[in-house]
């Protein structure tokens, strides 16, 4: 590992200051992802800015949404009693992410920032286009399990391994950043982007910005939810496919929906042609089957990933039945 200098900043105007003027600094938070990059030389930052001893660890239930400070512990967050009666979406999703141990560690912000889990990515004697711009895709005709079947390019297929992104997406969150510039907000749906021909952006900040918070406006998806992952262990493992599924049901018709994925692109995968199918239609299996033939429209397979393609839509058909059954 390349040596390092590491700061702290007392506020969030210090911590965007130290950070703009140098090339090669980042921010540090739980450290759960970057130290491990750095451990293994795909980044190598020449300093570090430790953020986290700033004011932005409180959740608030504030007029019309839920503010949650971008240091919040996943744990936290996931174990907060009024988030799990609130947005139960959210809680569900975080505790399915890694392990007790690494909740209590990671941040809400460090979460969104996590880089992909492509083993390529992390292995600097292969080529990759997200970790060296140009040198080359290791997936794409490799080993590419986990990978991407929408959205992707012929530069890069990976995914965003976030499962609390995955709800925050469809929970139509905001992201409050801070940057030289000032302050600014950006939707959930927009922060992460897809690949094209510059995979190694994962997201649309610019000028290393500082997320401070993550508003979810108020919503009536309090009952029927559920956040279905699929992956190879039970605990401590990535999704191979995710669905977070939030529904609003009265006498068996669904008033109002929201449907997203995960583990299937570069960005949270937001299902809004199939939430429109679905709002006003009666509860029933054949509806959800429908709804999940549709959210596979453009889906392809790389090879190894091609399971995803009859995985997907019967994760979407369980996390739908699940959700309306509670
Ligand atoms: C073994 C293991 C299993 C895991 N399994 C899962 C899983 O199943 N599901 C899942 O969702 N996640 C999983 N994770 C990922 C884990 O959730 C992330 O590592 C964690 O959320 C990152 O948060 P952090 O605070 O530690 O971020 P850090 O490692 O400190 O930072 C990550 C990135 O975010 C940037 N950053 C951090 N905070 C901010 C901020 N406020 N503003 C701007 N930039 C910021 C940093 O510069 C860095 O680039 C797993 C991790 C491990 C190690
Ligand atoms: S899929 Fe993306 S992250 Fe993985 S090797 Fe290709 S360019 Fe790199």
Same mark, same amino acid.
Request: glycine share 6%; charged share 25%.
């Given at each position: 590992?390349?040596?390092?200098?590491?700061?702290?900043?007392?506020?969030?105007?210090?911590?965007?200051?130290?950070?703009?003027?140098?090339?090669?600094?980042?921010?540090?938070?739980?450290?759960?992802?970057?130290?491990?990059?750095?451990?293994?030389?795909?980044?190598?930052?020449?300093?570090?800015?430790?953020? =986290?001893?700033?004011?932005?660890?409180?959740?608030?239930?504030?007029?019309?949404? =839920? %503010?949650?400070?971008?240091?919040?512990?996943?744990?936290?967050?996931?174990?907060?009693?009024?988030?799990?009666?609130?947005?139960?979406?959210?809680?569900?999703?975080?505790?399915?992410?890694?392990?007790?141990?690494?909740?209590?560690?990671?941040?809400?912000?460090?979460?969104?920032?996590?880089?992909?889990?492509?083993?390529?990515?992390?292995?600097?004697?292969?080529?990759?286009?997200?970790? /060296?711009?140009?040198?080359?895709?290791?997936?794409?005709?490799?080993?590419?399990?986990?990978?991407?079947?929408?959205?992707? %390019?012929?530069?890069?297929?990976?995914?965003?391994?976030?499962?609390?992104? /995955?709800?925050?997406?469809?929970?139509?969150?905001?992201?409050?950043?801070?940057?030289?510039?000032?302050?600014?907000?950006?939707?959930?749906?927009?922060?992460?982007?897809?690949?094209?021909?510059?995979?190694?952006?994962?997201?649309?900040?610019?000028?290393?910005?500082?997320?401070?918070?993550?508003?979810?406006?108020?919503?009536?998806? =309090?009952?029927?939810?559920?956040?279905?992952?699929?992956?190879?262990?039970?605990?401590?493992?990535?999704?191979?496919?995710?669905?977070?599924?939030?529904?609003?049901?009265?006498?068996?018709?669904?008033?109002?929906?929201?449907?997203?994925?995960?583990?299937?692109?570069?960005?949270?995968?937001?299902?809004?042609?199939?939430?429109?199918?679905?709002?006003?239609?009666?509860?029933?299996?054949?509806?959800?089957?429908?709804?999940?033939?549709?959210?596979?429209?453009?889906?392809?397979?790389?090879?190894?990933?091609?399971?995803?393609?009859?995985?997907?839509?019967?994760?979407?058909?369980?996390?739908?039945?699940?959700?309306?059954?509670?």
């Amino acid at each position: 590992m390349k040596n390092f200098q590491i700061i702290r900043a007392l506020s969030s105007k210090s911590a965007v200051i130290s950070i703009a003027k140098e090339k090669e600094a980042m921010f540090i938070a739980g450290g759960t992802n970057l130290v491990d990059l750095m451990k293994k030389n795909v980044v190598a930052p020449d300093k570090l800015v430790d953020i =986290t001893a700033l004011d932005l660890k409180k959740i608030e239930f504030l007029t019309g949404k =839920t %503010s949650i400070g971008a240091l919040a512990k996943n744990s936290q967050v996931a174990e907060d009693k009024a988030i799990i009666e609130k947005h139960p979406l959210l809680a569900m999703a975080l505790t399915a992410g890694a392990s007790q141990q690494i909740r209590h560690m990671a941040t809400v912000g460090g979460n969104m920032l996590q880089r992909t889990r492509c083993s390529y990515f992390y292995n600097t004697d292969m080529p990759c286009n997200k970790r /060296v711009p140009k040198s080359g895709c290791g997936a794409i005709g490799g080993s590419n399990r986990m990978h991407a079947i929408f959205g992707a %390019s012929d530069s890069c297929i990976a995914v965003h391994p976030s499962d609390m992104c /995955v709800a925050l997406a469809a929970l139509d969150a905001t992201v409050q950043v801070e940057g030289p510039k000032g302050k600014r907000e950006i939707k959930f749906t927009d922060f992460h982007r897809l690949p094209g021909n510059t995979p190694e952006k994962d997201n649309t900040l610019q000028n290393k910005e500082l997320i401070t918070s993550v508003e979810i406006p108020n919503n009536n998806f =309090t009952k029927n939810v559920h956040y279905l992952k699929v992956r190879d262990r039970s605990s401590y493992a990535f999704a191979l496919v995710s669905v977070a599924a939030a529904l609003d049901i009265q006498n068996n018709t669904i008033n109002d929906v929201r449907l997203a994925m995960g583990g299937v692109a570069h960005k949270p995968w937001r299902l809004t042609e199939v939430e429109e199918f679905l709002k006003g239609k009666t509860v029933s299996e054949t509806i959800f089957r429908q709804a999940a033939d549709l959210a596979m429209k453009g889906a392809r397979g790389y090879g190894d990933n091609d399971f995803k393609l009859t995985l997907g839509p019967n994760a979407i058909v369980e996390a739908l039945t699940i959700a309306s059954s509670k």
